[in-house]
């Protein structure tokens, strides 16, 4: 897959995320602003993956991390620690390193454009409708949460769109090097996020049954089961036998157990079951459905005391909470089903197994949960969010582009409105001195500005077809001088960032960043239910 076009709105994707995200500044205080600019206060998953990599960096193997609060450090998967390692932010005091490490989460996450790229290769041979995807789901308002808090739940879920992409796609390339492909996708997936699991559950079933299709089951099979345990079996091991068991989320979501217990995650599944009756166990998996859709309508605690605070106060609950109202206006897009051109069968057919992808994994999210109404979006995977994005924008342009492009234009709109203000949340100190930093707003307009110029020029440009594909990069030439100039526009603006002068009582950014506050609380991601 060529990179240039969707490398290029990565790195403008992250930047207009974080400037969105220091409209008020709190630079020199970034894990704590990223856990509550756009949303509630969150705990500090966001700096755990650098609080692994720093002891691993510090004290090597000698002995486990010393765990946060009662959670070990094999209960979370290590890849976004991996690449902070890999980073040369080690070598910063911690003081130093937080705003770099803000920046490298938030490109980290932005993969999430390279994700949905690879599945429009899969769905349309139309660059207007790739470019419409992508913008799909930007707009989508737990994109740009998830962007700017750096939990590593958009990685994952980037990867697993690139194992559902390469399983799907079953025509010009091989056999023995999609599928082994497919599979190390899905084992970076896993080590980044367990919540993955639910959306490549139905993957590994659909490559299972194309391989048992296939002449070359052994060869091709022994070849994807081998990446897969390359990347999987150091970090079991890990878990096993260094800081056992690891397996705390899993009973956790999977049987409820919450507290440290010595039971195997086979063992405590089996006796929660068989403490419920059929009727107790059918009801908990309906509320799990049920919540997957909002339904029935809940209340949010809201505070603010004017109306359009509690709308927006309202939304930005609703959007994190609950899968199916998250996508917003994009919902009515779903009517493109029915005014689909029978001239688009093809691409009607490519959605139709993505959407079969998808609702597989939902419901079997909905059925492995233990229930109640645990099937919170943040306690699966962002790989539906994404995958619903991209099927309800592609079968809408397939009824009318122009109309589509209208819908996903309202919901960008309706995303700033929002996610730009600032919702003071009780026992927040940044919010205290927050104040409207001008240097953000310049590069958020020039960064989002880019993100349209771009998906313009890409749309606008030859239409390819699957013989045209590999020609994507080339396809960029002719605006690769705006681009150029675009991102050269963006940099300056990033530079002018980190040039400002802080306000009084704060430090600057070219002085030392302060830590997050040791006060933050961590939790796991079901102790973030709603209040």
Not at 14 to 27: C, D, E, R
Not at 358 to 370: D, E, I, K, Q, R
Request: aromatic letters at 8%; charged letters at 15%.
């Amino acid at each position: 897959m060529p990179l240039g076009v969707p490398g290029l709105l990565t790195v403008l994707w992250a930047a207009f995320t974080l400037a969105m995200g220091f409209l008020y500044g709190g630079q020199d205080r970034s894990a704590q602003v990223a856990a509550s600019r756009f949303s509630h206060l969150l705990p500090m998953d966001n700096q755990l993956p650098y609080l692994f990599a720093r002891h691993i960096q510090q004290f090597g193997h000698s002995g486990p991390p010393i765990h946060v609060g009662d959670w070990l450090s094999s209960d979370r998967p290590p890849l976004q620690s991996a690449f902070f390692l890999a980073h040369t932010l080690w070598r910063m005091p911690d003081s130093s390193a937080q705003l770099d490490l803000q920046v490298l989460g938030t490109l980290l996450q932005s993969t999430w454009v390279l994700g949905v790229w690879a599945v429009t290769l899969v769905v349309t041979e139309r660059r207007s409708v790739r470019a419409l995807i992508v913008a799909g789901s930007a707009v989508c308002g737990q994109v740009l949460l998830n962007s700017f808090y750096t939990w590593p739940k958009l990685l994952a879920a980037a990867l697993a769109l690139v194992a559902v992409a390469l399983v799907l796609r079953t025509d010009g390339v091989r056999d023995v090097v999609r599928l082994p492909l497919a599979a190390a996708a899905a084992a970076l997936a896993y080590l980044s996020h367990g919540g993955a699991a639910f959306a490549l559950l139905p993957v590994a079933v659909l490559a299972a049954w194309q391989l048992l299709r296939r002449r070359e089951l052994l060869r091709v099979g022994t070849a994807a089961v081998g990446s897969a345990l390359v990347l999987l079996l150091p970090w079991t091991l890990y878990q096993r036998f260094f800081d056992p068991p690891g397996d705390r989320l899993l009973k956790w979501m999977l049987a409820d157990v919450q507290p440290i217990d010595a039971r195997s995650a086979a063992g405590a599944v089996v006796e929660r079951y068989r403490g419920l009756g059929v009727e107790h166990v059918v009801q908990n998996k309906l509320s799990n459905v049920e919540q997957v859709w909002g339904l029935p309508l809940q209340s949010f605690p809201l505070h603010a005391s004017d109306e359009i605070g509690t709308v927006v106060r309202f939304l930005r609950g609703v959007w994190f909470y609950e899968l199916i109202p998250s996508f917003g206006l994009l919902l009515v897009l779903v009517v493109g089903f029915l005014g689909a051109r029978r001239a688009r069968a093809t691409e009607l057919q490519a959605q139709l197994r993505l959407a079969g992808v998808c609702c597989a994994g939902v419901l079997g999210w909905c059925l492995l949960m233990f229930g109640p109404r645990t099937t919170l979006t943040h306690q699966g995977t962002y790989a539906f969010t994404l995958m619903g994005a991209a099927i309800l924008v592609g079968v809408g342009a397939m009824a009318s582009v122009r109309a589509t492009v209208m819908v996903v234009g309202l919901q960008g709109l309706l995303t700033l409105l929002v996610y730009a203000p600032l919702s003071p949340e009780a026992g927040v100190p940044w919010m205290e001195t927050a104040h409207v930093a001008k240097q953000s707003i310049v590069l958020a307009i020039g960064a989002g500005a880019a993100l349209v110029v771009v998906l313009g020029a890409y749309s606008r440009s030859r239409h390819g077809s699957s013989a045209a594909a590999p020609r994507v990069a080339h396809a960029g030439a002719p605006f690769a001088d705006t681009a150029s100039a675009i991102v050269i526009s963006t940099l300056a603006a990033a530079a002018d960032l980190g040039d400002a002068r802080a306000p009084e009582g704060t430090v600057s950014l070219p002085a030392a960043r302060a830590a997050a506050d040791d006060t933050a609380t961590t939790g796991p991601e079901g102790s973030l239910d709603r209040e």
